[in-house]
T-cell receptor, first 114, second 115 residues
Framework: SQKIEQNSEALNIQEGKTATLTCNYT??????LQWYRQDPGRGPVFLLLIRENEKEKRKERLKVTFDTTLKQSLFHITASQPADSATYLC?????????????FGTGTQLKVEL | ETGVTQSPTHLIKTRGQQVTLRCSSQSGHNTVSWYQQALGQGPQFIFQ???????GRGNFPPRFSGLQFPNYSSELNVNALELDDSALYLC??????????????FGQGTRLTVV
C-alpha cells in the first residue's frame, strides 16, 4: 500500500544545532517533493520544492535532498532557532495518475530549545 | 501572511446539517484546492478547481462539493454533516493548472466542529 512516513515523535534539539527531518515514501513515484511549515491553528507555508532529477536544493538555512532510489527526502535546518519550532510537512506531487494534488505526510513537530 | 483568506475562521454545526466554507484566492491565482486536516494528521486533498472547472478530486464522498467563481474565489459545501467531518479545512491557491510543481499559498483555515 502507499505510505508517506514522517517521524511521528517530536524532534527536540538545542538552539544552534542542525535539525534533520525525514520523509520516506513507498509505492509512490513523485515528480516533485515539497516541504511546508505549519504553526498551530494556521495553514501550511511553502518552504522548498525539489524535482525528481535534483539531488539537493538550498534556501538560506534550509537544505532539502531527494533520493528517488531510497524513496526518501531529508530536510535540514542549520543554525536552528527557537522561531523554527513548528510542524514540518512533506508533500509528494506529480504522482503518476495522481493529477495535480499534493499528497501530504503527517508531519514532524520540531522543538528548538534555548 | 498569504493573500488567501478563508471564512469563517471557526464554525460549530450539528450532525446532519449543511455547511458552506469560503475562500478568496490570492490576486492573480486561478487555481484553488481544498484540503481537510484532522487533528495530528496531514492535509488530505478534497478537490481542485482551475478556471471554474473541477480538475481533480480526492477520495471524498459526493456530499463534499465545490464551486469556483469567475473571480477565482471558491466555496466548499458539505451536506449531511457527520461527526468525523470535524477538522481544519484549508484552501490553497496558485497560478496555473497544477499545484504539483509550484508554490501553493494556503489560507489560515476554517475550524469546523460537528456536534
Amino acid at each position: 500500500s502507499q505510505k508517506i512516513e514522517q517521524n511521528s515523535e517530536a524532534l527536540n534539539i538545542q538552539e544552534g544545532k542542525t535539525a534533520t527531518l525525514t520523509c520516506n515514501y513507498t509505492n509512490y513515484s513523485p515528480a516533485y517533493l515539497q516541504w511546508y511549515r505549519q504553526d498551530p491553528g494556521r495553514g501550511p507555508v511553502f518552504l522548498l520544492l525539489i524535482r525528481e532529477n535534483e539531488k539537493e536544493k538550498r534556501k538560506e538555512r534550509l537544505k532539502v535532498t531527494f533520493d528517488t532510489t531510497l524513496k526518501q527526502s531529508l530536510f535540514h535546518i542549520t543554525a536552528s532557532q527557537p522561531a523554527d519550532s513548528a510542524t514540518y510537512l512533506c508533500a509528494l506531487a506529480g504522482l503518476t495518475g495522481g493529477g495535480n494534488k499534493l499528497t501530504f505526510g503527517t508531519g514532524t513537530q520540531l522543538k528548538v530549545e534555548l | 501572511e498569504t493573500g488567501v483568506t478563508q471564512s469563517p475562521t471557526h464554525l460549530i454545526k450539528t450532525r446532519g446539517q449543511q455547511v458552506t466554507l469560503r475562500c478568496s484566492s490570492q490576486s492573480g491565482h486561478n487555481t484553488v484546492s481544498w484540503y481537510q486536516q484532522a487533528l495530528g494528521q496531514g492535509p488530505q486533498f478534497i478537490f481542485q478547481y482551475y478556471r471554474e472547472e473541477e480538475n481533480g478530486r480526492g477520495n471524498f464522498p459526493p456530499r463534499f462539493s465545490g464551486l469556483q467563481f469567475p473571480n477565482y474565489s471558491s466555496e466548499l459545501n458539505v451536506n449531511a454533516l457527520e461527526l468525523d467531518d470535524s477538522a481544519l479545512y484549508l484552501c490553497a491557491s496558485s497560478s496555473g493548472p497544477s499545484q504539483s510543481n509550484t508554490e501553493a499559498f494556503f489560507g489560515q483555515g476554517t475550524r469546523l466542529t460537528v456536534v
